[in-house]
């Protein structure tokens, strides 16, 4: 499809779902040549967003009953690798976090590791449970340094990140931090002070110690021994604190809390054969322009689709609706107030709703004036079958 717009020298938006339309077979073609094998989660989610919005998988048809013309409303992948579901889904997820969230201060912690460990984790995915525990594990630690009598529980809400954004391989955790925990005698307490220099050699031996348990290999021993050489003051963790909760907020928690592995409006060019994309790096506020071959470029976003099942997002602590502590949380207030949870989630409750919201215009709002209704409804992807409307209407 981008082939034929490029070739009649139309421009337009380009789309992750029509490169891997146009692709696919091929690459897979080229790994099969290579003796490479490609996970089963990559292939249902590929086959997945190159059928989102086709007719082909499914649509709903809606009448105008004073004019009678009619509108087609396909259905979509509800994949979270697709950009367009991939986004509602982050927009969701973003909402109930922001409905569990205390009435108090919390951080936005993010935990890195060096690149020389990023290979293991690639490798083995299981493995990527250990960022979990051993974020959960550090900020554990931390907190009953205070009084460890107490045992503190803090709270916390955390997100897998597998990309940098040059798209590489560079597995992190975003974690939602409160700033208060309970203790054994249900008192709470704030921690607004985190010792940064503590913090990182924490989970840098929390890392390393769950790794260690993991993977018996003499190699990886000598590696971590060279780690702890390295990096005499821990691994990279960043702590910035987040303002005060409004609606900005749950757009903060959006962008970090499941969003889309690369936005479209990234990609610059694609002429069939290489495609262009920008970003701009940690370390640097200049915008960089990168070029790659579309097979490299289809390898840095599959990479990052998950296992099936695996969870991404995960409440830790008192969060944890399986906790001890979790009943001593639900009896504090939430953040969010009653209204504006609603208010929101009647945004996010159906396609019609979130059109109404963002574009300012009902869709289904004929042009004579006059609400469409559903007529019909096409369920089977692959096997044409029509429950129509109709027939309710003569029983």
């Given at each position: ?290 070029t790659i071959p579309v ?10 689709i998950p296992e099936h ?87």
């Open positions: 499809m981008i082939k034929q717009l490029i070739n009649n020298g139309i421009k337009g938006k380009y789309k992750i779902k029509d490169i891997f339309e146009d692709n696919w077979d091929d690459f897979v073609d080229e790994m099969m040549a290579k003796g490479k094998h490609i996970r089963d989660s990559i292939i249902k989610n590929v086959k997945k967003i190159i059928g989102c919005q086709e007719p082909w998988n499914g649509f709903a048809l809606y009448e105008c009953p004073n004019c009678h013309k009619y509108k087609h409303v396909y259905f979509t992948c509800k994949s979270r690798f697709c950009n367009t579901c991939g986004a509602k889904y982050s927009k969701d997820r973003a909402l109930a976090i922001s409905a569990k969230l205390l009435d108090c201060s919390h951080r936005h912690v993010v935990f890195t590791i060096p690149q020389q460990l990023r290979k293991y984790f690639a490798h083995d995915r299981s493995l990527l449970n250990v960022l979990f525990q051993a974020a959960s594990d550090t900020i554990t630690y931390t907190f009953n340094r205070r009084n460890k009598s107490e045992n503190y529980v803090p709270g916390m809400i955390c997100v897998l990140h597998t990309f940098g954004r040059d798209l590489k391989w560079n597995p992190h955790i975003h974690m939602i931090l409160c700033e208060e925990a309970i203790g054994k005698t249900l008192k709470w307490r704030e921690f607004k002070h985190i010792n940064y220099e503590g913090l990182r050699k924490s989970w840098q031996y929390c890392v390393l110690k769950l790794l260690l348990e993991k993977i018996n290999d003499p190699s990886f021993k000598l590696l971590v021994d060279q780690l702890y050489k390295n990096h005499q003051n821990g691994f990279y963790v960043n702590s910035p604190p987040i303002k005060r909760f409004s609606v900005g907020v749950i757009n903060y928690i959006v962008r970090y809390m499941g969003r889309p592995v690369l936005a479209q409006s990234r990609i610059t060019n694609y002429d069939g054969d290489f495609v262009s994309f920008e970003y701009t790096p940690h370390d640097s506020n200049q915008l960089i322009t990168e097979f490299e470029f289809i390898k840095r976003l599959i990479i990052h099942g695996f969870k991404m997002l995960r409440y830790m602590g008192f969060y944890h609706n399986r906790h001890s502590k979790y009943k001593e949380y639900m009896k504090r207030s939430k953040r969010v107030g009653p209204r504006m949870y609603e208010a929101l989630k009647k945004v996010n409750k159906n396609w019609r709703n979130r059109i109404m919201y963002y574009f300012r215009y009902d869709p289904l709002k004929c042009l004579c004036g006059t609400f469409m209704e559903l007529v019909e409804l096409f369920v089977s992807p692959r096997k044409i079958k029509f429950y129509s409307l109709y027939t309710s209407r003569f029983t």
